[in-house]
């Protein structure tokens, strides 16, 4: 499916996002933001060590903010710190770039616990974190070790050893298949399906079947960022959160 940018702005029709229903910041464009300003009022640890359902809350009282208010602060960080790029990897595709997130400890560590803020508060907590190849490994086994979840990778078809289930699938710039190991997922475990982008949520649809097929109870989908034009949180039938919003104009 292609990813055409619209003309007209509509407003975002999520059920849950951390921008809304204040967005810190809506104004992004196909130039590139200056990189994002940590904080030095908010404490977090880069290297660190928080490993169950309750260290965001931990953080949260220590820092003296309120839940609603650390995540705005947090999300604004972090959505300044994303750049666009135009007609990648196609002509059209306005492509959303978070490896910035990545590249400065306090952001990686502000993404973190935003998520796990956010989870911990509005999902029962999860067996296991299924995180999507391959953008979705940079942070789901982080993530689910902050919440004392396990990790299991939802892998494009041919990469992994053993009995697999396979579901094929549609996306903003082209079409794949998705595996998962059969044992990934024990029949009955409460699984958090994560990745960067939901776009049209082709992607998103086909791991949430792997899951189902292995016999996991979808607890719901958490993303960095959504691209709400694309609505491709209407293809999903279980909780979706996402951290931030982008080319809703
Ligand atoms: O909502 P959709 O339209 O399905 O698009 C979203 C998917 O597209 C990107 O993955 P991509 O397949 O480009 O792979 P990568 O993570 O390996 O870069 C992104 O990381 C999501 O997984
Ligand atoms: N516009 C976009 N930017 C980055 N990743 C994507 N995956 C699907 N659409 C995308």
Redesign the pocket.
Known sequence: ?S?VHPNSTSPPSHTSTAEHPAPPHQDSTASHPPPGKPDPTLTGSATGGDSDHAAAQRGLAAAGASPTAELASLTLRLKNSLRQFPDFPSPGILFEDIMPLFADAKLHDDLIRALSLHVSQNFDKPDVVVG?????FLFGPSLALRLGAGFAPVR?KGKLPGPCETAG??????S?FFQMQADAVKPGQKVLVV??????????QAAGSLVKKLGGTLLGYAFILELDF?K?RDKLDAPVYTLLSSQGK
């Open positions: 499916m990813g999507l190849d391959a953008r979705g494009k699938y549609e996306k903003e710039y082209g794949d990745d960067d982008i939901i776009a049209t949520g082709g992607s998103a694309l491709g």
